[in-house]
């Protein structure tokens, strides 16, 4: 008699329990808002509340990985809909790490200088930059990875990339990673 093997059903289950919870963790900081004390900073962040395996490129599904991001997007802007008084000047913002979501996060902007640095709407300088342990560049990406993915933009916010080329000469290893910010427009925001 032939035994079936159990190993890959349990896989699955497990990883379907991540999921699920994953989707619980991101509706749970939908309807959160940063406490008031934190109104008068730069930023508050959330991380995404997943294992990492679960979304790693390796490891997650092609269809979590995009409903991962869709989710962060929705959001985001659920977030954005239900801002208390007093924090309308905030700027609610989805940072995409891609392919490694695991770096992603939910973003309330508060400081307008400081927002800045990530706004889909201002242009964006590429360049290289040296540092002790290796460099960075940054270019254009190669295509719009929220078009690629099928994901939605909400009414009222704006995207846009940025692709990483990172060298780190402590493993001796060239990274490349993008960052996309799908952010609240600034015409949503109260002066």
């Known amino acids: ?10 896989k699955l289950r497990g990883r379907a329990r991540y999921e699920r919870a994953f989707r619980r963790g991101m509706a749970g900081i939908a309807q ?12 508050y962040n959330w991380k995404l509340p997943v294992y990492e395996k679960v979304i790693s490129p390796d490891h997650g599904s092609d269809a979590f990985r995009r409903e991962a991001v869709q989710v962060m997007v929705d959001t985001a802007a659920q977030m954005a809909g239900h801002k208390p008084r007093g924090a309308e000047h905030a700027r609610v913002a989805a940072i995409i790490e891609w392919p490694h979501l695991f770096g992603s996060e939910i973003c309330v902007f508060f400081d307008r200088d ?3 640095r990530f706004d889909p709407e201002q242009p964006t300088k ?9 460099w960075i560049k940054s270019r254009a990406p190669e295509r719009d ?3 690629m993915l099928q994901v939605a933009v909400p009414d009222g916010f704006s995207h846009a990339g940025i692709a990483f080329e990172e060298y780190q000469s402590e493993d001796d290893h060239t990274y490349a990673h993008e960052r996309w910010v799908v952010m609240e427009r600034s015409e949503r925001i109260a002066a």
Do not use: N
């Open 32 to 43: 959160d808002f940063p406490p008031e004390g934190c109104w008068r900073g730069d930023y």
């Open 126 to 134: 590429h360049g290289c930059a040296d540092y002790d342990m290796g």
């Open 114 to 116: 400081y927002e800045f």
């Open 1 to 10: 008699m032939r035994r079936l093997d159990m190993r890959p059903m349990k």
């Open 145 to 147: 990875l929220l078009d």
